[in-house]
């Protein structure tokens, strides 16, 4: 009986071993990102993004936790405007802050989460006319600190994000092709 439990513990040792020497090789940044064709002109979908305060119709995150705190500040909208949140766990606590708007065709977001782990990434919108469609994209790109890496090595954070990403680009398709 010890002997089986010194194989196991040596198993353990190695495939924890294995996971964190896998995670080190991985790259020092992420990048996720979605898109959508929208029907609907590149400004009426700038203008539903570039307003925090409009997100509640069509954030995925909204709807995890209709009970968070929001607080706005800043500009109404546009460069300037921010947003922080505190809700459950599954959106945790954090910090939205537009730092540079090209209009009507691109919002970038520095984004801070504080809880449930820290992260300091950016978020970038951009909409490309395409006929009577726009394309737009959602992205989200920053630092891969090694915890992240040993994330990303246990749990596929592409999907994960990208799920978010996916089910608010369809509803932000539905709010702008109103």
Do not use: C
């Amino acid at each position: 009986m010890l002997r089986f439990v010194a194989i196991l513990a040596a198993l353990v040792v190695v495939v924890v071993a294995g996971i964190l020497i896998y995670a080190a090789t991985k790259p020092d940044s992420f990048s996720v990102q979605r898109s959508a064709n929208v029907k609907a002109p590149p400004d009426k979908i700038f203008a539903l993004i570039a307003d925090l305060r409009g997100w509640s119709a069509w954030s995925p995150y909204e709807k995890k936790d209709p009970d968070m705190k929001r607080t706005f500040s800043g500009a109404a909208s546009g460069k300037g405007a921010i947003y922080e949140w505190t809700g459950n766990k599954d959106v945790g606590q954090g910090r939205m802050e537009i730092i540079d708007v090209t209009t009507p065709s691109k919002v970038t977001i520095k984004l801070d989460f504080l809880k449930p782990f820290e992260a300091h990434n950016t978020a970038e919108f951009t909409m490309v006319p395409a006929g009577d469609n726009t394309t737009v994209t959602w992205a989200m790109y920053g630092p891969s600190p090694y915890v992240a890496k040993i994330m990303g090595t246990l749990f596929d954070l592409d999907k994960m994000i990208g799920n978010d990403f996916e089910a608010g680009l369809a509803a932000l398709k539905t709010v702008a092709e109103k």
